[in-house]
T-cell receptor, first 116, second 116 residues
């Protein structure tokens, strides 16, 4: 079974500060991991994905995430927060394969607030 | 590329009526689409997996007679909420799985359903 834990339902940073959103996963097989961003009343936009290639993954809007197997983590970072980064962020995992095995399991989400 | 649309974006209906929500993959074919439900300030919960040309697969606890899913073509899946009640009010989001990477899903912008 696969699962995702996002530590911190709410993170607040100052504009220009480092953003760190935490995600830990559990998977019985090598996982595929994703970060999605959701703005109010909108769907989910893919930020980045890990698919067993490079462990440091770069995404859109300056975000990146590092897959650490030993820590079962896939934390999302951005060196300098911008006001437009304020949104809800979801980490998700899939064990790959076809059929039911390709379902995404989402974390509970982290709301990022960016202050002046 | 990989754009998914939903229609309508917002719907208000009276209790007892049925509401149909459309999910379309605009620039790619999707043999599999997914329907999620999201309550305020919560994560996405998978309701069902929609497969083109066959019956949908529902998650445990989701009433298939209440949430009718039809995936009649490679670019269109519909979710019909039958005999809607206020407790069905929610944000419904669909996603489409790509053919070039079956682990990757692109999400629609969501539909806000309010049942009076």
């Amino acid at each position: 079974a696969q699962s995702v834990t996002q530590l911190g339902s709410h993170v607040s940073v100052s504009e220009g500060a480092l953003v760190l959103l935490r995600c830990n996963y559990s998977s019985s097989v090598p996982p595929y991991l994703f970060w999605y961003v959701q703005y109010p009343n909108q769907g989910l936009q893919l930020l980045l994905k890990y698919t067993s290639a490079a462990t440091l993954v770069k995404g859109i809007n300056g975000f990146e995430a590092e897959f650490k197997k030993s820590e079962t983590s896939f934390h999302l970072t951005k060196p300098s927060a911008h006001m437009s980064d304020a949104a809800e962020y979801f980490c998700a995992v899939t064990e790959g394969g076809t059929g039911t095995a390709s379902k995404l399991t989402f974390g509970t989400g982290t709301r990022l607030q960016v202050t002046l | 590329g990989a754009v998914v649309s939903q229609h309508p974006s917002r719907v208000i209906c009276k209790s007892g009526t049925s509401v149909k929500i459309e999910c379309r993959s605009l620039d790619f074919q999707a043999t599999t689409m997914f329907w999620y439900r999201q309550f305020p300030k919560q994560s996405l919960m998978l309701m069902a997996t929609s497969n083109e040309g066959s019956k949908a697969t529902y998650e445990q606890g989701v009433e298939k007679d209440k949430f009718l899913i039809n995936h009649a073509s490679l670019t269109l899946s519909t979710l019909t909420v039958t005999s809607a009640h206020p407790e069905d009010s929610s944000f419904y989001i669909c996603s489409a799985r790509t053919q070039w990477d079956i682990r990757l899903q692109f999400f629609g912008p969501g539909t806000r359903l309010t049942v009076l």
